[in-house]
T-cell receptor, first 113, second 112 residues
Framework: AQSVTQLGSHVSVSEGALVLLRCNYS??????LFWYVQYPNQGLQLLLK??????LVKGINGFEAEFKKSETSFHLTKPSAHMSDAAEYFC???????????FGIGTKLQVIP | EAGVTQFPSHSVIEKGQTVTLRCDPI?????LYWYRRVMGKEIKFLLH????????ESGMPNNRFLAERTGGTYSTLKVQPAELEDSGVYFC??????????FGPGTRLTVT
């Protein structure tokens, strides 16, 4: 089985502050890991992904995430929050054996001016 | 290249009625997925098509849900009869090979 745990359904940060959204996963096989973002009234957009190779992956809009196998984590970070980052963020895992994506519950990010 | 499209964007129906949701995947993508997000819960897998064949329908809630993908192109998801607990956002995704899935904007279904 595979599962994803996102710590914190709501996170608030000040504009310009560090964004840290936590994600832990479980998978019986080497996983592919994703972060998706959903802006208000829009669909899911891929932010970044880890498949193989370099464990620090960079995505769009200045976000990055680091795959830590020993901690089964894939936390999402951005050095400086912008008002436009306010959205809901989903961590997800895919493993070939299951042929489907398993999502975390989502974290709503609020950016305070 | 056009992305995944879904129709309608919103649907409000009464309990007991029938609703059909449509998904047009990215051209050439053999894999098509349906997911659903009930308010406050995680996005959950419903089923997976490879071309016109159902590869995995383990996530379908019950037999009131029927998905089809005639000709391996667009897909429909019919709910008949709809119940209150069917309300949520239904997402469709397509993929050329499975791992990276491209999601549509979703259909928000409200059953009253």
């Amino acid at each position: 089985a595979q599962s994803v745990t996102q710590l914190g359904s709501h996170v608030s940060v000040s504009e310009g502050a560090l964004v840290l959204l936590r994600c832990n996963y479980s998978s019986s096989v080497p996983p592919y890991l994703f972060w998706y973002v959903q802006y208000p009234n829009q669909g899911l957009q891929l932010l970044l992904k880890y498949t193989t190779g370099a464990t620090l992956v960079k995505g769009i809009n200045g976000f990055e995430a680091e795959f830590k196998k020993s901690e089964t984590s894939f936390h999402l970070t951005k050095p400086s929050a912008h008002m436009s980052d306010a959205a809901e963020y989903f961590c997800a895992v895919y493993s070939g054996g299951y042929q489907k994506v398993t999502f975390g519950i989502g974290t709503k990010l609020q950016v305070i001016p | 290249e056009a992305g995944v499209t879904q129709f309608p964007s919103h649907s409000v129906i009464e309990k007991g009625q029938t609703v059909t949701l449509r998904c047009d995947p990215i051209s050439g993508h053999d894999n098509l997925y349906w997911y659903r997000r009930v308010m406050g819960k995680e996005i959950k897998f419903l089923l997976h098509f490879v071309k016109e064949s159902k590869q995995d329908e383990s996530g379908m809630p019950n037999n009131r849900f029927l998905a089809e993908r005639t000709g391996g192109t667009y897909s429909t998801l019919k709910v008949q009869p709809a119940e209150l607990e069917d309300s949520g956002v239904y997402f469709c995704a397509s993929s050329p090979q499975g791992a990276e899935q491209y999601f549509g904007p979703g259909t928000r279904l409200t059953v009253t």
